[in-house]
Every structure is written in structure tokens, then in C-alpha cells.
């Protein structure tokens, strides 16, 4: 076990992450910390774009209108006006980095895309592989820059604060010294020590059955800073996106939304479109309501998906406006140019997070969040298409500035910390009972608290997930580490989160919708929901505040 010192860690190697991690690097050292190959990551698997305002007819206005629609009145407008108006600036930026976004014919002007909740075309892409595009040269300057050291197949345990270092803390504040990580090639634990710790772990998808996020979106970084006393908020806003492939051998791959933008329509199993019955925009409706359209559809048939007529884009359009979806159909015997595609809606962002201020700081000091993992505002109970790479370009590069300009006066972490204790005892027995809690959390949370919620469902989730956390807590604490039974311990923890948040919101706003609160109610509900654990315990305290 080693220890290592660092000016910056940086947990999370997505655009968030790496946007931070090439500015703090003019001003100190930055490890960056990823679970697999460093390319594996939500903004890796974003299609879309990133939606920003470059078109003559659009304005900063109306984008931040069309975000305020879609937040459903718990938007912070600051936010939303934060990162719409520095929106552009950081684009252009990411061009520097080498990004090269689809361009209009013969013309150096962006060809911007139209998505769903969006009332002009603002959708900056590489046609629909732009989180690859991003990710691919943020990651190749990461590399070339001598102050960035990136640990891939390292898995982060648990922040260190005042708890684990032994420290009494008389004041309010608790503070972060860096974090527990698990070299999972050499089975290893080190203690990385750092002034600023930087949260960039993505969402929490994989808590559902069905997702558009990648293996390693288990909510690590969510359920860490709810250990670490760190405030939470809006876990009950999983936003679903409405079109993920329907196919036995897919792993919900998603048909971006963009497809929809340029034409394409839904349909039921007779051919018959059916969105204008749920909304007068139709397909181009806020991924909500077209989820839930889709969700009322197959309840009624019975069916296991829908179709997406994508023959209004032209046959000969299609692979050149979408090549990676039309390839990756095509793997599965789908030529979308004359077949319609089967899809489903799958969990696909989560709009809250640790809550964060507009320069990324959290409760916990010297403990940032950015990017999906964080609460800034900005998406309120719905996100719009496309802000979210754009949220974490604009509030990443606001955390840099500010942590960098204070890095001096920031003590070391102390040099008490003590080396993780890895002793335990492993019951080989028991592991086969723990290899089916993972799937029965992802199960439990599609069933029961998924698109549509009551009280009785959410009732019978809490009672489940909460025996099999406690189990899991249990296990944990008498067993050497494994990056398997870390991220059930955090699917385990986040899904609880999940659980309680949503059945304290007594109302249908966003993505949060009840059958026994179908209606809004802006008197007791027009407000965010926190969750804040107490450091040195299990117990959770809740409370419901503006």
C-alpha cells in the first residue's frame, strides 16, 4: 500500500473530469482516477450534442426558456442563465482541443441538430458520436500533459475526511483529504492525498434494469458523498430516455434523440403513429413525456416495445446523418433504411446529485462535484436534451478557476491518515447469495420505481432494497475489497437514496411521476428534495427544504 500526494484528484475520466484536470494542471499536479480503459464513460456513450446557442434566429433567452419548461419550475434561473451564456465560449474551446463537430456543407458554420423541448435547432454534434469525439481528444491531451498522471483499472472506495483520519471535529464543516482507491489489477488499496478532490463519477444508471450508461455507472460517486456527510439532492429525478434498441442481444443502446429531431416518428405494432395523442409537440416532446407515452402504450397493448419510423429522414440520409447507429442496428440483422427500429425506454441520466454552488464546491470542503454526478440547478425535475455535456464544460471550467486560485493557501492533508485496513475474512459461501443482489436491486428499482411510481410500490422497494443494503453493509465490513462488492455496496446505498427521496415527494412534477399524486402541487412541492446522512452512522436524515 502507497501513499500519494497530490495537488488535484480527480475521480472520473469523463468531459467533466477531464476539462478540470487540463486546467488545474497549469497549477499543480493531478492524478485522474477511472474504473476500466479511460475512455469509459457517459460522455464516451452521448450521441446527441451539446446544446448551445450559435444559430442567427436563437438567443440566450430562449434557450434558457426552453431549459426552464423542461425543469418543470426547479431550475435555478442563475444556473440555467450561468451556463447557457458561457455555453459557446467553452464549445469553441473543445474545437482548440482538436473536436471536430459536423459542419454545414462547404461552410466552417456548425450544423446544429433539433431535439426534443427545444424551440431552435442548437444542437452542436459530430454526427451521432459526439461524447466519443470529445472524449477521444480531451483524453489525447490529458496524456501529452506532464502534470496529469491518469490510473486506469482503479476503483475509488471512500473519501477521507475527519472520520477516518480519527480527527474530532468541533466545527460545522467537514473536510475532504482525498480518497481510498483499489488498484484492481494488483489488488491494492492506496491512499491518494490531495488538497482538492474533484468528483467527476458520472450517474447512476446502472441501478435500473435497463440503461443507456455503461457497466460502470453505479452511482460511486453519489453514494461516496453521502458517506462523507456531503448534501444531496433530487435523487427521485431518473430521467429515462424514451429509445433504447429493443433486441435480446443488445445492451440497451440508445437511438439518440436526435433521430427523432430529424424526422423520425414513433409507432405502435399496427403501424399507427401515437404521440399526438399525449402531446401536441409529438415526438418532439421532452424525453418525460414521451417515456411515459411510450410506458401508457406498452401497458395498454401488452407489448414489449414500440417502433421508430425513421423513413422521413430518406433512406439514402440515414447513414450518413446517423453511422453509428445505422452500423450498430446492422449487427443485429436491422437495416433501418427499410426496417422500422424496436425500441424501449431505459434509465438514462440522473438530474440530481451532490448539491454543488455554481464553482463546483460541495458541503464538504475541498470536495467539488461537476458533471452528472452534481446538483447545480441547472435541470430542475427534467433535464433537456443536451445540456448536459454543456453543464459540465461550463461549471468544471468555473471549479477550476476557483480551486486553482486558492490551491496555495489549502493545507496538506495530514499526515495521519492511516492505510486502509484490508483485514477480513472472505466466505467463499456467501458470495453466490451477494452475486443475485446486484441484479434484484436493478429489478426492484425497473419494477418498482421506474417511469410510473405509487405508494405501494415504492413502500414494497424500501422495505426490499433497505434488508438487502443492510446485508450488503454487513458482508462489506468483514470482507477483503473487491471492485465487484464496492459498486454493490454503492447500487445498494444509491438505490435506497433513490427510494426515499421519491416517497417524500407527495407530487407528479418531471420525471417523478405517481399514480397516487398524479397532479403537481407547487404549494408544498416547488422545492428541491435534500438528503444528508450523518457521517458516523447509517442513519439517514432527511428533510424537504427550498
Not at 466519443?132 to 498522471?149: D, G, P, Q, V
Amino acid at each position: 500500500m502507497a501513499r500519494i500526494d497530490i495537488d488535484f484528484l480527480v475521480l472520473g475520466s469523463g468531459i467533466a473530469g477531464l476539462t478540470y484536470a487540463l486546467k488545474a494542471a497549469k497549477f499543480g499536479s493531478v492524478a485522474i482516477i477511472t474504473k476500466k480503459k479511460d475512455i469509459e464513460s457517459n460522455t464516451n456513450y452521448a450521441q446527441g450534442g451539446i446544446a448551445s446557442v450559435f444559430g442567427k434566429d436563437d438567443t440566450f433567452d430562449l434557450h434558457v426558456e426552453d431549459t426552464l419548461a423542461s425543469g418543470k419550475g426547479l431550475n435555478k434561473r442563475e444556473a440555467v442563465e450561468i451556463m447557457v451564456g458561457e455555453g459557446p465560449e467553452r464549445i469553441n474551446e473543445l474545437t482548440d482541443f482538436g473536436a471536430q463537430f459536423t459542419l454545414q456543407q462547404n461552410s466552417k458554420i456548425f450544423d446544429l441538430g433539433m431535439e426534443g423541448g427545444h424551440s431552435r435547432k442548437r444542437i452542436v454534434h459530430a454526427k451521432d458520436y459526439t461524447g466519443n469525439e470529445i472524449e477521444r481528444n480531451l483524453i489525447k491531451t490529458a496524456r501529452n500533459n506532464h502534470n496529469i498522471e491518469i490510473y486506469e483499472n482503479h476503483c475509488a472506495i471512500d473519501l477521507i475526511t475527519e472520520h477516518q483520519v480519527g480527527q474530532k471535529n468541533f466545527s460545522k464543516s467537514t473536510h475532504c483529504y482525498g480518497c481510498y482507491v483499489f488498484d484492481t489489477l494488483h489488488d491494492e488499496i492506496h491512499v491518494f492525498a490531495a488538497k482538492v478532490t474533484f468528483l467527476a463519477t458520472g450517474g447512476a444508471g446502472q441501478v435500473y434494469l435497463h440503461t443507456t450508461n455503461p457497466g460502470i455507472a453505479t452511482g460511486d460517486g453519489l453514494a461516496m458523498a453521502n458517506r462523507a456527510g456531503a448534501v444531496l439532492a433530487n435523487l427521485e429525478f431518473m430521467q429515462f430516455h424514451p429509445t433504447t434498441l429493443y433486441h435480446p442481444d443488445a445492451s440497451s443502446f440508445l437511438i439518440s434523440e436526435a433521430v427523432r429531431g430529424a424526422g423520425a416518428v414513433l409507432r405502435d405494432e399496427m403501424g399507427e403513429q401515437f404521440m399526438q395523442k399525449y402531446d401536441k409537440r409529438e415526438e418532439l416532446a421532452p424525453r418525460d413525456i414521451v417515456a411515459r407515452a411510450i410506458d401508457a402504450e406498452l401497458k395498454k397493448s401488452g407489448n414489449e416495445c414500440v417502433y421508430l419510423d425513421l423513413s422521413p429522414i430518406g433512406a439514402k440520409n440515414i447513414p450518413q446523418k446517423f453511422p453509428q447507429i445505422y452500423n450498430k442496428c446492422l449487427e443485429y440483422k436491422i437495416d433501418i433504411t427499410k426496417e422500422l427500429i424496436p425500441v424501449v425506454p431505459a434509465a438514462h441520466y440522473m438530474c440530481g446529485g451532490v448539491v454543488a454552488d455554481y464553482s463546483g464546491q460541495t458541503s464538504v470542503v475541498n470536495l467539488l462535484a461537476c458533471g452528472e454526478v452534481a446538483h447545480t440547478g441547472v435541470h430542475g425535475a427534467n433535464r433537456l436534451a443536451s445540456n448536459s455535456l454543456l453543464e459540465a464544460l461550463v461549471f468544471s471550467h468555473r471549479a477550476a478557476i476557483v480551486s486553482t486560485g486558492s490551491i496555495k493557501s489549502i493545507a496538506q492533508p495530514p499526515d495521519a491518515i492511516p492505510p486502509w485496513d484490508d483485514s477480513g475474512t472472505l466466505n467463499a459461501d456467501e458470495w453466490v447469495l451477494l452475486r443475485h443482489d446486484r441484479q434484484e436491486i436493478r429489478k426492484l428499482m425497473w419494477d418498482y420505481v421506474g417511469i410510473v411510481r405509487s405508494n405501494f410500490r415504492l413502500g414494497r422497494a424500501k422495505r426490499r432494497i433497505k434488508m438487502i443494503f443492510q446485508e450488503v453493509e454487513e458482508f462489506y465490513r468483514k470482507t477483503t475489497i473487491t471492485e465487484g462488492l464496492v459498486e454493490l455496496r454503492n447500487l445498494a446505498t444509491v438505490a435506497l437514496l433513490i427510494v426515499r427521496c421519491a416517497s417524500m415527494r407527495k407530487e407528479s412534477r418531471g420525471l417523478h411521476f405517481t399514480t397516487d399524486y398524479p397532479l403537481s402541487d407547487d404549494t408544498h412541492y416547488l422545492r428541491d428534495t435534500f438528503i444528508q446522512q450523518k457521517v458516523q452512522d447509517l442513519n439517514f436524515v432527511m428533510n424537504i427544504n427550498n
